[in-house]
């Protein structure tokens, strides 16, 4: 039996998605976000290989418009598909919780989960352990509407996509201070 195809919207309307609702729902407008975009495209992308035109210089106002101009082409439609080398810095420049919902959604598409590189910061163990209690207790926020009535069934449905991306966080935040704990270990083989 063949199965079903499963299209999936295109990677940019996934990001466009994020950064509309992050637009909506935050006191950054586009023109600051796009000078926000810029900085993160110019010190993640190699001179040489740059192939948009986002550019920070002594004229603020103006490289503010430029900036903004290409950002509105990007997400109008007027430039139909985002390049490669924009993507990440594009996803980078989103501020949290929108990057990490969007990056969520992106390995989603691919059946992998975003899971942070152990740092080498001495204060990162304590914050990963604080990211997994607080994706934890957010898991349970989520969860416990659908658990009220003891088990979790049809009536739930509501529930499911936020039950589902929250246990997806913390599974991430889990496999973010193993990584940390087993960095250290490796340390401390190599030094011994």
Partial sequence: MKREPRFLPPLQSVIYGYTRRMLDQTAMNAQSFAMVLAETYLSLTAPDVRGVALRIGDDVAEDMRNNAQVLRR???????????????????????????????????????????????????????????????????????????????????????????????????AVMGVRGQVQAMFQQENTDA
Avoid: H
């Fill in 74 to 172: 990007y997400m109008d439609g007027t430039v139909k598909t985002l390049p490669a080398d924009l993507v990440d810095a594009w996803v980078l420049a989103l501020p949290e919780p929108y990057r990490g919902e969007c990056e969520r959604d992106l390995a989603r598409r691919r059946g992998v989960l975003p899971v942070r590189l152990p740092s080498a910061d001495s204060a990162a163990g304590v914050v990963g352990v604080a990211e997994l209690v607080s994706e934890f207790a957010q898991l349970l926020e989520v969860i416990a509407p659908a658990l009220a009535d003891s088990r979790i069934d049809k009536n739930d449905l509501p529930f499911v996509r936020r039950i589902l991306d929250e246990s997806d966080d913390v599974i991430a």
